[in-house]
Structures are given as structure tokens and as C-alpha cells.
């Protein structure tokens, strides 16, 4: 039986341990060897055209926007379902943000919802530059056709998959592609915290075309550019760029965490189907598509309680399942477009939208149960027992 008192936890062994003290016995801490290798194997694990790791995965949201060409005023449609780095990321470079529906169950931005999102910027005569589909807890937007709907309207695809890395989706021809593949979008992202598949500590990444991704490392060292001549030294800042590097002992963590993705997903899945198990013949709904587990990397199991009808609070029952259960939950997550800041600045305010109802609803049900690999398979079902009882 698994300590479980949280939602998401890093696994860590001895191989990681030897790695990291390797990297703390090399020449370079920071901008040696160790971050190449990081990138590559990003690169190599989901078949990216080009990829590139930086100091987190709010950070890599900011670089990519930025290395894209998202600056002032443009507009950026974003989930309202997601963490708040996904909207913030092009905020910082003065962008615009229209928070747009989601479906109700899965949290996912659908196909319809960004046409409503189209459609009500039309309205007040003004165009979106891009979309950012998030991959919420591990499960794939529908790709495909929000790349046709995009092309239709010129819009950029920046997939948010965050949560998603070792996550794979079909085609309509049943082709599989990888998340960060970009195979549908201009860019991909991924963060390395703690709870996601894998850990570099804190840490995140960029996968997108050679061209993006040279720009995106430019962006991440200040915007310098060195071998530009033959004189070992010099070196120009091209652009006006950050230091948002990751470094050397973050990337030795990483790059062993990579060789255990495999291993990762398959306990997740196996995890997931457990919680299915477990869920039936109970008033307890999930954010899961069973036709999808096997190619998801679950980051989140998301519950949905109809509270109100058991005559509790999501508050009581995520109190009890810690303090009487040492069961711990979250909540994934508090709609963006709700939090104070937004609710001023968001384009959705400023243009009296309607409310994004869906998304309402998928919130007020909505509850984290714990998922990382360390736990047993037994869990889900102490998890469940524990919930229910609960309820009754």
C-alpha cells in the first residue's frame, strides 16, 4: 500500500541519484554538455522535428509564443480549463486573451468551442493569431481537426501538453503521432515539474520546426548568438532575449528520468484502468475515454461528484479523505477567465461574452484523485472505497 497523501508525486531511484551526482562532478554546471542531451532525447522520444529545454514550462510557453511572432494586441485563444501559465505566457508579451469553452467532462477545448470563440471575435470585427489546445491530464485534444479549423481561419497551433508527454493520438486514416511530434501544430510544450510523467525538478520544453527552435534557444541565453565569425570570443545579441536556461544538474535528472518513460505510462495506464474498474456501479463519473487509455500518458485521474446530491462539499469530502483517509486530492483546475486578474483584462470581460458554461460545470464536479507510478495498483480501488463511503 502506497503513501497517497498527495495527487502527484516524483519517482526517483538510484539511477537518477548516480546521474545527477555524475553531472555535479563535471566540468559544467550550466551550458554543458547534459542540456543537449536533454533536448535530444525530448527530441527523440516524441519524433519532434527540432527540440530545446528551458528553466520551467511557463517559461517554454513564453519563448515559444514569443518565437512564433505572438507580440502586442494580438489575440491568443486559450481553454479556460488549464493552469494559468497557459494564458499568461502570451499575456507577458501583451497579447490579447479570449478564453474559450471546453467540454464539460474531459476539460478538452473542442472543435465547436473554438469556433464559438471565432465566431464572437467576428462579432466585435476582430481576429485571433492562434490557438493553444491543452492537453488536459494527459488525454489529446482532437488535433486533426482543430489543425483544418486553424488553417481555415490562418490561425498558429500551440499545443499546451504539459501533462502530456508519452501521449499519442490517431487520425482519421488511423495513423498514430505522438504529442510533440508536431504533426498538427507549430509548437509543442512540456514541463518537467515534479508531478508530470517525468522530472527534471523543474524544467520544461519546446518542440517545433529547426527554424523556431534556433530562435527558441537564442530567446533562452539573452538573445546572444556566438560562432558567428572565426574569433573564439566574440559573440552579438541578435534579439532581446532572457535567461531562462535550465541547467546542467536538472538536465542529468532529466535525460535519466527519459529512459523510464516508457515504464512511466504503461503504470499510468495500468493505474487508470483500475480507477475504471474501481468506478463502476458508483455515482462517481470520470474525465477518462477508455478507447484511449492505452495511448494516453495520464497525468490526472479527474473525478466529477454531483456534491449538491450527496448533501456535502467538495471542501468536507477532500478534508475527510485527508485527515480520515490520508487520501490526498485536487482540484484541476479553477477556470482562468474567473480569477481576479482576468476577469479584468481578459477579451472575454472587455467584450461582454457570454459565460463559458461548460466549463462552469466541469469545475464545480470536478476532483483530482492521486495518480503517479509509485502508487500500487491496489490504490485506486482504497481511493474509491474511500470516496464512497464518503458520500453515503
Known amino acids: 500500500m502506497a503513501d497517497i497523501n498527495s495527487y502527484g508525486k516524483q519517482d526517483i531511484n538510484q539511477d537518477d541519484i548516480n546521474e545527477v551526482i555524475k553531472a555535479l562532478k563535471s566540468p559544467a554546471l550550466t551550458g554543458g554538455s547534459y542540456v543537449e542531451s536533454f533536448a535530444t532525447a525530448l527530441k527523440n522520444a516524441v519524433n519532434a522535428p527540432s527540440a530545446s529545454v528551458c528553466a520551467n514550462g511557463t517559461v517554454a510557453l513564453h519563448l515559444l509564443y514569443q518565437a512564433l511572432g505572438i507580440t502586442q494586441d494580438d489575440i491568443v485563444i486559450v481553454p479556460t480549463i488549464t493552469f494559468m501559465a497557459t494564458a499568461n505566457g502570451a499575456r507577458y508579451l501583451g497579447a490579447n486573451i479570449y478564453f474559450a469553452d471546453v467540454d464539460p467532462l474531459s476539460g478538452l477545448l473542442t472543435v465547436e468551442s473554438i469556433q464559438n470563440a471565432i465566431n464572437d471575435l467576428d462579432q466585435h470585427n476582430l481576429k485571433a493569431k492562434a490557438v493553444v489546445p491543452v492537453h488536459m491530464g494527459g488525454q489529446a485534444c482532437d488535433m486533426p481537426k482543430i489543425r483544418d479549423l486553424a488553417t481555415k481561419h490562418n490561425l498558429l497551433v500551440i499545443e499546451d501538453a504539459c501533462h502530456a508527454l508519452g501521449t499519442t493520438y490517431e487520425d482519421s486514416q488511423g495513423k498514430s503521432h505522438k504529442v510533440g511530434a508536431c504533426s498538427h501544430s507549430d509548437g509543442v510544450v512540456f514541463s518537467f515539474h515534479p508531478v508530470k510523467t517525468i522530472t527534471s525538478g523543474e524544467g520544461g520544453g519546446i518542440t517545433s520546426s529547426v527554424d523556431i527552435i534556433q530562435t527558441v534557444k537564442a530567446l ?10 572565426d574569433q573564439p570570443w566574440y559573440h552579438e545579441m541578435q534579439m532581446l532575449g532572457y535567461n ?14 527519459m529512459q523510464r518513460l516508457d515504464q512511466f505510462v504503461k503504470k499510468r495506464q495500468e493505474l487508470i484502468n483500475q480507477y475504471i474498474k474501481a468506478c463502476e456501479n458508483t455515482p462517481i463519473k470520470f474525465a ?26 467538495r471542501t468536507n469530502v477532500m478534508n475527510t479523505l485527508r485527515n480520515t483517509h490520508e487520501i490526498g486530492s485536487q482540484v484541476h483546475y479553477i477556470p482562468v477567465h474567473s480569477q481576479p486578474y482576468w476577469r479584468k483584462n481578459s477579451l472575454n470581460s472587455k467584450l461582454n461574452s457570454s459565460e463559458l458554461t461548460h466549463a462552469l460545470e466541469y469545475y464545480q464536479s470536478c476532483l483530482s484523485l492521486p495518480l503517479f507510478p509509485l502508487m500500487d495498483l491496489t490504490d485506486p480501488k482504497r481511493v474509491i472505497d474511500a470516496l464512497q463511503d464518503i458520500l453515503k
Not at 533562452?220 to 565569425?229: A, D, E, F, K, L
Not at 477518462?288 to 462539499?313: A, E, Q, R, Y
Open 220 to 229: 533562452t541565453g539573452h538573445g546572444i548568438i556566438r560562432n558567428v565569425n
Open 244 to 257: 531562462y536556461r535550465i541547467t546542467d544538474i536538472q538536465s542529468a535528472l532529466g535525460l535519466s528520468q
Open 288 to 313: 477518462v475515454n477508455p478507447d484511449v487509455v492505452h495511448t494516453t500518458s495520464w497525468h490526472l485521474f479527474v473525478s466529477h461528484i454531483d456534491f449538491n446530491k450527496h448533501h456535502t462539499t
